[in-house]
């Protein structure tokens, strides 16, 4: 382990009796980078970062966030780390300036730092022209950005985002990592799990992560590049029932009004693209692809 980088671990594991939730994990994650942790529900991630904000003791193993070690100063690690939990955890019944003020109390903001923080966070999180609303009436969107905002207050250098999306549309989805890149030139480091994986090719490095160990981890681009054998392609044209049935394509699905297939071998896409009168593509896979392929759910396994 390395107090330079923002966080990492060595062989973090966490039992609940005889059950092993996160087991032996080893993390590197460099300072002022975007961190994308995916996984199936139940893989272990809610629980890996509670680890590593401090909240639960890890069963063995170690970690060290932003140079301290959480095992033995946990309390030192919450002070260094921005937290939006997965379940929200604002209170519905108070405005947003309420939440602010009273969460920058829990989080000890000095008071004669809570002016300019209150608003640099409502300005980031653009909820300036919110602050009299009541928490709970806020659309989904908007209560992220204001658990955001909330989890923001104490300086973090490092910031923990269990499904920040969630429940999110596509617009603000958007919008709330755009926030995060804002973050990130700033310097914070972002650890992030989401469902959805087009987010995270916003990501510097993505881990997977099943049963609670790591299956995969590289930048996204470099992951789908080393997941490319050359078999999926893009179809123009044709008929999907006559490229359905036809031997030399092992799946197929319709994208808008092409196809996206994949092939027995790369070889026969010139003769594919002949005899169906198509026009045959190599297309490199989705990160949904890689993601299903490493979990060991990928077609053809
Ligand atoms: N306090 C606990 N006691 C017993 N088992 C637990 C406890 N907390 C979590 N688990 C189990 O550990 C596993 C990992 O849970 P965790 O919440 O970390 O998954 P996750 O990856 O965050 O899933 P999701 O995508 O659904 O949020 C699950 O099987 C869960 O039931
Ligand atoms: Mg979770």
Redesign the pocket.
Known sequence: MTADLALSSEALT?R??D?V??DQLDLRVERGTIFGFL????????????MLCGL?APTSGEALVDGVDVGRRPEEVKARIGYMA?KFALYNDLTVDENIRFFADVYLVPRKKMRDRRAFVLSTTGLEDRVKTLTGTLPAGIKQRLALAVALLHEPRVLFL??PTAGVDPLSRRAFWRLIHQLKDQGTTVFV?T?HLDEAENCDQVLF?QA?RAVGLGPPRALRAGADRGDRVRITGGSGPALREDPRVLEIYAMGSRWHARLRHPAEAAALARDHGVEVLPVSPTLEEVFLEAIGEGAGR
Not at 39 to 50: D, E, H, S, V
């Open positions: 966490k609940f009796g059950f939730a996160v996984g199936a529900n139940g893989a272990g991630k809610t629980t890996t970062i509670r639960l997965q269990d499904e799990t469902h992560m609670g």
